[in-house]
């Protein structure tokens, strides 16, 4: 049952799975990051395992020239179990990115690894060869974003703003939803006008339009960033986006750890429940 429901949201459970759905979002026009699901694992061999699908997954878009690149996070590549296991693995994947001239987008996950996160990406993008090749995640809810948001881009560090996924308390995150909402649409503006070329990602129809009217009225170039949507979500309204111009990604998770990736989506919004079950009914 959890897996028909997952099947909405994510690719498929293979890496060929993936890619045909990568193909697909290419040829309507979109860009691509693909994420193999897997977070918080708790041994090396884990680790490893995720770090040899990366690999994997960075030599087939090379190979079938897809217009993608990867997400992947800390937690999944062994961050709970050694820093210096997850630092050694997004170095070498890092250094694999740079070789075919392909991006690593490092996600942001809970709280707890916040400054982890940032302080990595950092590291990682200081690194000989590699500014441009890899950048992270900034969550509106979160109170430090706006700071965030200036001290990465002052290093030209690419950055993908969503509204957050986590419960987070009142002391470090914002709760009501205009307050979220307001920040987005602040960071997004400071990000678009940057320099550096940044994703925005969320679903939300009444921020996009705001944006865009906003970078029309600022002769903002469409290329100057881009939207970024989660995989089987809004579908209409990417394909919009395409069509009228503005650079669009698909963020495409495949893998047999889908559980905390769908639960996620269901808690943002509970009508996803019924509607799934409506489908799984009808058969
Ligand atoms: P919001 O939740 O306000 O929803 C606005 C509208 O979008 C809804 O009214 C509905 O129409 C539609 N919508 C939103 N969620 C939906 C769903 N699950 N099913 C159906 N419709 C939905 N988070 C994080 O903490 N770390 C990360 O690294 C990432 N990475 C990431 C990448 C990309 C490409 C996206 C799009 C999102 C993320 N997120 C994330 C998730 C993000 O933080 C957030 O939880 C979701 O995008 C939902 O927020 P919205 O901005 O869409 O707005």
Redesign the pocket.
Known sequence: MGQKMSRRFVAGTTVEELLRAAEAVNKLGARVSVDNLGENVTSRDEALHSRDLYHQLLDEIDKRKLDANVSLKLTHMGLDVDEKLARDIVSELLEHAVSIKNFIRI??EGSPYTQRTLDFTRELHRKPGCAGYVGT?L?SYMRRTEEDAKSLCSEGIRI?L?????KEPPEIAFQP?PEVDANYVKVAKYLIKSGTFHGL????ERIIQEIKDWARKENVSPSAFEF???YG??RDLQEALVKEGWGMRV?IPFGTEWYPYLMR?LA??PA?VFFIAKNILRG
């Open positions: 996600d942001m995640v969550q993908r969503c509204k957050g996924a986590y939803k990602a969320t679903h939300d970024q949507m989660l979500i809004r963020y989506r943002e919004r996803n």
